[in-house]
T-cell receptor, first 113, second 113 residues
Framework: QKEVEQDPGPLSVPEGAIVSLNCTYS??????FMWYRQYSRKGPELLMY????GNKEDGRFTAQVDKSSKYISLFIRDSQPSDSATYLC?????????????FGQGTILTVHP | NAGVTQTPKFRVLKTGQSMTLLCAQD?????MYWYRQDPGMGLRLIHY???????AKGEVPDGYNVSRLKKQNFLLGLESAAPSQTSVYFC????????????FGSGTRLTVV
């Protein structure tokens, strides 16, 4: 069983839809949770990160962490064609000496006009 | 532009050939990483470095070697390429205490035939 599970999709939605992306994990020691966005033929770029449980909002993006359920989500409101990308969740243990991240497999999202 | 530069961008190797992938960053980051990305597997850490002259193994180090002779450069070597090493390779760098603050390169697409 992988430490981090993420539905690879693909997910296709119309422009303006609300998108929900999710990851589950098995290691309860993860404390930092991140979402990366990766455009085709590019490297991942950090979108959002949260520490422990709770919500964080940044413009059209909201990240949620539910540590009791070992479940994290990324919501995209008013989705745009420019949001079409692969979204990767990533997690990190507190106090890791070299900042190792454990990634999910990534979800491919397409937002069509 | 500041960032992480990977060379080459594409390469086709024959089984048994050797090659070196170069990663260069100009952000004065202490930590550097090599990941491989395969369909359905997400990003997996090959090797990492926490400073000039140091290297350490990640999750999937077999068949690879690395060197960090200068702070800004991190080299990944394949001594005898195998088809199982066909992948997209990403280099990343970060400051030690910066949560999730990886800067990724654009990747090297390697095919071993």
């Amino acid at each position: 069983q992988k430490e981090v599970e993420q539905d690879p999709g693909p997910l296709s939605v119309p422009e303006g839809a609300i998108v929900s992306l999710n990851c589950t994990y098995s290691n309860s020691a993860f404390q930092y949770f991140m979402w990366y966005r990766q455009y085709s033929r590019k490297g991942p770029e950090l979108l959002m990160y949260t520490y422990s449980s709770g919500n964080k909002e940044d413009g059209r993006f909201t990240a949620q962490v539910d540590k009791s359920s070992k479940y994290i989500s990324l919501f995209i409101r008013d989705s745009q064609p420019s949001d079409s990308a692969t979204y990767l969740c990533a997690m990190r243990l507190q106090g890791t000496s070299y900042g190792k991240l454990t990634f999910g497999q990534g979800t491919i999202l397409t937002v069509h006009p | 532009n500041a960032g992480v530069t990977q060379t080459p961008k594409f390469r086709v190797l024959k089984t048994g050939q050797s090659m070196t992938l170069l990663c260069a960053q100009d952000m004065n980051h202490e930590y550097m990483y090599w990941y491989r990305q395969d369909p359905g597997m997400g990003l997996r850490l090959i090797h990492y470095s926490v400073g000039e002259g140091t290297t350490a193994k990640g999750e999937v180090p077999d068949g690879y070697n690395v060197s960090r002779l200068k702070k800004q450069n991190f080299l990944l070597g394949l001594e005898s390429a195998a088809p199982s090493q066909t992948s997209v390779y990403f280099c990343a760098s970060s400051y030690p205490a910066r949560i999730g603050g990886y800067t990724f390169g654009s990747g090297t697409r390697l095919t071993v035939v």
